[in-house]
């Protein structure tokens, strides 16, 4: 069973930068494709982004690419999402989550309803 922890949420002014982690347990983590999701108050939880086992292939919602970088360290069971440039519309409680990579070290997915652990959210807020 993978655990997944989220942190480094917090406040942060327009353009301002936060960096997000993701610490996983209980699971190989080098055998889970990772994902960034975020949900806004009223709204409902979207792709930001995700990066493949061998973290050769990433993806991105168009919202936030330029702005935002996903990397992974296998060696450290940890997955990071370094968001620069922030913007109000930014404001959500991000969320990080795996699915099974089935031994493909190219394999992403940028679909929710393919992941199967998710961690418990950081909430992150960006002041006008």
């Known amino acids: 069973q993978v655990q997944l922890v989220e942190s480094g949420g917090g406040l942060v002014q327009t353009g301002g930068s936060l960096r997000l982690s993701c610490a996983s347990s209980?699971?190989?983590?080098?055998?889970?494709?990772m994902g960034w999701f975020r949900q806004a108050p009223g709204k409902e939880r979207e792709f930001v982004t995700c990066?493949?086992?061998?973290?050769?292939?990433?993806r991105y919602a168009d919202s936030v690419k330029g702005r935002f970088t996903i990397s992974r360290d296998n060696a450290k069971n940890t997955v990071y999402l370094q968001m620069n440039t922030l913007k109000p519309e930014d404001t959500a409680v991000y969320y990080c989550?795996?699915?099974?990579?089935?031994?493909?070290?190219?394999?992403?997915?940028?679909?929710?309803?393919?992941?199967?652990?998710w961690g418990q959210g950081t909430q992150v807020t960006v002041s006008s």
């Open positions: 989550a795996a699915v099974w990579a089935y031994y493909r070290s190219d394999y992403y997915s940028t679909r929710i309803d393919e992941y199967n652990y």
């Open positions: 990066i493949s086992l061998s973290g050769g292939n990433t």
């Open positions: 209980g699971g190989t983590f080098s055998g889970y494709a």
